[in-house]
């Protein structure tokens, strides 16, 4: 189990020190805010933006300048409560790069 909460720890941790490259808000504040987000909940636009679906009718879009590339190959998001608003959005290298 200590492991196990270890590695978690160190994964979140590369999120650290990223922050939106348009409203500059930090990505992670340290309460395990970011995570991996399914493919099939992001659906890639034209021109390199994505719909993020995170509730049946939630969608939020987002424009191809807040996209962060991801440090391996999974999308991710970093949200805030209590209304998860997306603080940043981080796309696989070929999806980020559109």
Request: proline share 8%; charged share 20%.
């Amino acid at each position: 189990m200590k492991l196990f909460l270890i590695a978690l720890a160190v994964a979140h941790s590369w999120y650290t020190g990223y922050h939106d490259p348009v409203t500059g808000y930090e990505c992670c504040d340290d309460k395990k805010d970011c995570r991996v987000i399914s493919p099939r909940y992001v659906e890639p636009l034209p021109g390199g933006g994505f719909n993020i679906r995170t509730g049946s009718k939630t969608r939020y879009f987002i424009p191809r300048n807040r996209v962060i590339e991801s440090e391996d190959s999974q999308y991710h998001i970093c949200t805030s409560p209590p209304h998860l608003t997306i603080r940043c959005f981080f796309a696989p290298h070929t999806e980020a790069s559109r």
